[in-house]
């Protein structure tokens, strides 16, 4: 069930000469002045105020005065990629000589610095291990490591549990008693900032001179930007004065070799590129080789400096996205087919379980998120691990905090859940195959003291309507450019009727229309991706209500507006 929601414009704007679409679309985001528009990267909040941010640089200082063994430990998605790139080359400019990466097989050692993966990362020797993207939960790993006397630096994001790991040093926005203004950093973010600290270190310490240039890292906001926009974290001012200036950076072809290999074989246009294209064309493709592979091939493509290699890695992760969405094709139609037995039509429960002794672990994230996208409901995807458990991932809805439902289901349940993690929005869940069945049930009934109706609803925030002489090239030029947009600072959307002058499907998924507002001869070209093809085309439908951005469809060298449609309905 969908709903359009019209924003509410309230306040004045107080300073500063704007467009007055723009004053309205901002001002529906809580943004009443240019100063809060003001993306220069003095405005971002100083680093001081992290929690840990100095026992983490005077650790990183006595390592590198012994030119000790670092060892980068990541994650498998496009956060922990970009995170530990950055970790990398930015420890490097340093004058670090002894830097390595790992990034744990999720299939074998699952998320995290585990227990187990220590002894891995033990035959690398060395005498500190840098958490990034991970580490806030692993309690038994960090442990394990200090019993082996090497020494742990965890940076992350994620929401700590009651317990904190006893590591050297922890930098996390969201530990408790940390003062740092934004809760809301990627892992990249977490990393980068560590890096802005340390070179304040050595800076005072006097470690730059001619002989060693003091870096410039800057150079690195094209990877905080894509880790950024792909890990989905609110863009807060502060995470978008770092997405501005990365894609900004991108724009320019100032950006990593790999950054613009993946571009390149995608066929896109590098010079207009958007946060849009941070979202659905590179994060795919790098993710891709953590779902079905190694994601040690994503984090090469964006450490090298090679563009004839970039370009190979490129295209390999370019094959695996298509191998990816092959698999997810197949798990979808089954999930499709086993919601359809259910008859869920008439009494949709709250939230959905779905698992499949045949489902991959990498993509069921994925399943989740498309299940949920159709049904508006919670869901958790399950994929076997072995004879004995099974992995699920979670996705929730707006206003439904996932984690701490599933914390809740873990204190009145401590049976069922072997492990967890994970922030509002997605999650994932460990537990062994025997509980399944009790834990859908479990799920449900906390489910339950959590959603209320009004959750049920998709909501489609609108802007309101458009007048006539907006729908132009200009405008939407000027609403591309007035971003960077993204999650919780929502792309302009706009509601209004149409008159439908002509409708087609374009590969027997998208919808295709000519529009037209009421009274008006303009031609208006829109197009709704992955249509529900039994409801379109209806050729008895001559006027139709829709919420649509304004969009630019750009073809062998033309540019023609063009609506990108995220409702439709016939008005009758």
């Not at 989905?232 to 724009?251: A, P, Q, W, Y």
């Not at 208006?524 to 006027?543: G, H, L, R, V």
Request: proline share 3%.
């Amino acid at each position: 069930m969908k709903k359009i929601v019209m924003r509410k414009s309230d306040g004045e704007w107080q300073g500063g000469d704007l467009d007055p679409l723009l004053k309205k679309i901002y001002l529906g985001r809580g943004i009443n002045s240019c100063d809060e528009i003001d993306y220069q990267l003095k405005n971002l909040f100083p680093f001081d105020q992290l929690k840990g941010i100095d026992d983490a640089t005077e650790l990183l200082w006595s390592v590198l005065q012994d030119q000790g063994q670092i060892l980068i430990v990541g994650d498998f998605d496009v956060d922990g990629a970009t995170s530990t790139v950055v970790a990398l080359k930015a420890l490097r400019a340093f004058g670090f000589e002894n830097v390595d990466y790992l990034v744990p097989n999720r299939f074998e050692y699952g998320y995290g610095l585990s227990s187990d993966l220590v002894p891995v990362a033990a035959r690398y020797n060395p005498d500190l291990i840098i958490t990034v993207d991970n580490g806030i939960s692993s309690i038994d790993g960090v442990e394990t490591a200090r019993k082996l006397g090497i020494k742990v630096l965890v940076t992350d994001h994620h929401l700590p549990g009651a317990e904190l790991p006893n590591a050297g040093a922890i930098v996390n926005p969201n530990q408790k008693g940390d003062l740092f203004p934004s809760k809301n950093l990627a892992g990249v973010g977490v990393v980068f900032y560590l890096m802005l600290a340390f070179r304040k270190l050595l800076r005072d310490k006097g470690w730059f001179g001619e002989n060693r240039l003091e870096p410039n890292l800057a150079d690195f906001l094209d990877l905080v930007a894509l880790g950024t926009i792909a890990d989905i974290v609110t863009l807060d001012r502060n995470n978008r004065i770092f997405v501005k200036h990365g894609v900004e950076r991108i724009r320019y072809g100032k950006c990593s070799a790999g950054i613009r290999a993946l571009f390149h074989v995608t066929g896109r246009d590098i010079s207009a590129i958007s946060t849009g294209d941070l979202s659905y064309v590179l994060a795919p493709r790098l993710n891709a080789a953590g779902r079905l592979d190694d994601m040690s091939l994503g984090v090469e493509c964006l450490l090298t400096d090679d563009y004839k290699k970039a370009i190979d890695m490129a295209q390999q992760l370019d094959i695996l996205n298509d191998e990816r969405k092959a698999i997810e094709h197949d798990m979808r139609i089954q999930a499709e087919k086993e919601l359809n037995e259910l008859q869920l039509d008439s009494d949709l429960p709250l939230g959905i379980c779905l698992f499949d002794q045949n489902w991959h672990q990498g993509v069921v994230g994925i399943l989740a998120s498309r299940v949920k996208s159709k049904l508006n409901r919670p869901v958790v995807a399950f994929a076997k691990v072995d004879d004995n458990e099974i992995k699920g991932s979670a996705r929730s809805i707006e206003g439904l905090h996932i984690k701490e439902v599933i914390e809740a289901v873990d204190a009145k349940h401590p049976e069922l859940i072997n492990k967890y993690g994970g922030h509002a929005m997605a999650a994932g869940i460990q537990l062994g195959i025997d509980k399944y069945e009790d834990f859908c049930k479990a799920f449900l009934d906390e489910l339950d003291q959590h959603i209320t109706e009004d959750h049920l609803y998709e909501k489609i925030w609108s802007d309101g309507e458009l007048e006539s002489e907006h729908f132009s090239l200009e405008t939407a030029n000027m609403l591309n450019n007035s971003g960077p947009w993204g999650c919780g600072f929502d792309e302009p959307v706009f509601s209004g009727r149409f008159s439908v002058l002509d409708q087609k499907l374009i590969g027997n998924k998208h919808l295709k229309l000519t529009l037209a507002l009421p009274g008006h001869e303009q031609k208006i070209e829109a197009i709704m991706f992955f249509a529900d093809t039994e409801k379109w085309p209806n050729y008895q439908c001559k006027s139709v209500s829709a919420a649509f951005k304004l969009d630019i469809n750009k073809y062998r060298g033309r540019h023609n507006l063009q609506l990108v449609l995220a409702h439709l309905e016939p008005y009758l």
